[in-house]
């Protein structure tokens, strides 16, 4: 076309009828603009080709490289930018993510804990996964579900989805956690995950607690359902009011199964980057949770939680048959738990 239009300008000139100049000069431009039309008219339907019918980029074109933040070396293996398949992080794409995993016992403050971090607005902490058994089955289902959570492809209500800031989950010791240490251990250190340890100091008021619930399982006092736990003072209240009694035989023995089973998780998991804390210490000092935040890079916020705590008295007041439990411990490396205690107010 560029080409007809040239020789049909150099007719008009050398032989076509005389011309004033200026009619000339207005075919040529003419002539340009439509060459330009043209050139321009292919380039931007190359660029109309890069657009999905949502109307945005495809993924190939729009992918660009995430610039790590600035870290000490050691802490880069532990920064991920995430390329789930179920969504678009969109605007967020090269907002790091830090992954984590909440390590835990039943009755040890977990679920309260958990509650606390999914209050900030950037953490997503996908509760007890793997309390389903058929995806702690073997440990190639375990590894699958963790890259899913890892990768913001495990979908919960406590997803944040774009802009999370730290991804993880809740895992019970005894829920495939401890056997399979090692290639779970290899698996965190391979991904950057951080492990927060999170027991209780007093496993007598655990064992307590444990005792209490499986009552609450059974019975289910509130209005026919069973609950962990509860979010008002009357349904607390209603819960507390069950002393079980101790089985003072087995007390000790269940005792130092317990304490083992936390000493050996620490030696398991020792190699992986993680922090221990301790339920009773962050209910007595609330900035306990500050060092969390920072443990996980995520900016500080105040952590809020819905539940209402169970039991809250003195143990003595929690159990049938505590002059009975006083004779078993006394004397014994766990004696102090008759006397270490807090205060809920």
């Given at each position: 076309m560029?080409d007809d239009?040239?020789f049909?300008?150099k007719d008009m000139?050398?032989?076509?009828p005389?011309?004033?100049?200026?009619?000339v000069?207005?075919?040529?431009?003419?002539a340009?603009v439509?060459?330009c039309?043209v050139?321009m008219?292919?380039?931007?339907?190359k660029?109309?080709?890069?657009?999905?019918?949502?109307g945005?980029?495809?993924?190939k074109?729009?992918e660009r490289?995430?610039e790590?933040?600035?870290?000490?070396?050691w802490?880069?293996s532990?920064?991920?930018?995430?390329?789930?398949?179920t969504?678009n992080?969109?605007?967020c794409?090269?907002n790091?993510?830090?992954?984590?995993?909440?390590?835990?016992t039943?009755?040890s403050g977990s679920g309260?804990?958990?509650t606390l971090?999914?209050?900030?607005?950037?953490v997503?902490?996908?509760?007890?996964?793997f309390?389903?058994k058929?995806r702690?089955?073997n440990i190639?289902?375990?590894?699958?579900?963790?890259?899913?959570?890892?990768?913001?492809d495990?979908?919960?209500?406590?997803s944040?989805?774009e802009?999370?800031s730290a991804?993880?989950?809740?895992w019970m010791l005894?829920q495939?956690?401890?056997q399979?240490?090692?290639a779970?251990a290899e698996?965190?250190n391979?991904?950057?995950?951080s492990?927060i340890?999170?027991f209780?100091?007093?496993?007598?008021?655990?064992r307590?607690?444990?005792?209490a619930?499986?009552?609450?399982?059974?019975?289910?006092?509130?209005n026919?359902k069973?609950?962990s736990?509860?979010?008002s003072s009357?349904e607390a209240?209603?819960l507390?009011s069950y002393?079980p009694?101790?089985?003072?035989?087995l007390?000790?023995p269940e005792?130092?199964?317990?304490?083992n089973m936390v000493?050996q998780?620490?030696?398991?998991?020792?190699?992986?980057?993680?922090?221990?804390l301790?339920y009773?210490?962050?209910?007595?000092n609330?900035t306990?949770?500050?060092?969390?935040?920072?443990?996980?890079?995520?900016?500080?916020?105040?952590?809020?939680?819905?539940?209402?705590?169970i039991?809250?008295g003195?143990?003595?007041e929690q159990?049938?048959?505590?002059?009975d439990i006083?004779?078993v411990?006394?004397?014994?490396?766990?004696e102090n738990?008759?006397?270490?205690?807090y205060?809920?107010?």
């Amino acid at each position: 076309m560029a080409d007809d239009l040239c020789f049909f300008i150099k007719d008009m000139l050398i032989v076509g009828p005389p011309v004033k100049k200026s009619l000339v000069l207005r075919i040529s431009l003419v002539a340009f603009v439509m060459i330009c039309g043209v050139f321009m008219c292919s380039i931007g339907l190359k660029q109309i080709s890069n657009f999905t019918k949502a109307g945005f980029y495809d993924t190939k074109v729009a992918e660009r490289h995430c610039e790590v933040p600035i870290v000490e070396k050691w802490e880069r293996s532990y920064v991920h930018f995430p390329k789930p398949t179920t969504f678009n992080r969109a605007e967020c794409a090269c907002n790091p993510v830090r992954y984590f995993v909440i390590a835990s016992t039943q009755r040890s403050g977990s679920g309260w804990f958990e509650t606390l971090l999914n209050s900030h607005i950037n953490v997503s902490s996908n509760g007890e996964i793997f309390s389903v058994k058929p995806r702690r089955s073997n440990i190639s289902t375990i590894i699958d579900t963790l890259d899913k959570i890892y990768n913001l492809d495990w979908l919960t209500s406590a997803s944040k989805n774009e802009c999370t800031s730290a991804v993880g989950l809740k895992w019970m010791l005894n829920q495939g956690l401890m056997q399979n240490h090692e290639a779970i251990a290899e698996y965190f250190n391979a991904k950057g995950v951080s492990v927060i340890f999170l027991f209780r100091r007093n496993l007598l008021r655990r064992r307590i607690s444990i005792l209490a619930n499986a009552y609450d399982q059974s019975a289910k006092p509130l209005n026919g359902k069973h609950k962990s736990h509860v979010h008002s003072s009357e349904e607390a209240k209603i819960l507390a009011s069950y002393k079980p009694l101790v089985n003072t035989t087995l007390l000790i023995p269940e005792l130092q199964q317990a304490d083992n089973m936390v000493k050996q998780a620490l030696e398991y998991f020792n190699s992986t980057r993680h922090i221990a804390l301790y339920y009773e210490d962050i209910i007595k000092n609330h900035t306990v949770l500050n060092d969390v935040q920072d443990f996980l890079r995520i900016p500080r916020m105040e952590l809020k939680s819905r539940q209402v705590k169970i039991h809250k008295g003195p143990l003595q007041e929690q159990v049938e048959n505590w002059g009975d439990i006083e004779k078993v411990l006394n004397g014994t490396p766990y004696e102090n738990f008759l006397h270490e205690d807090y205060k809920v107010s």
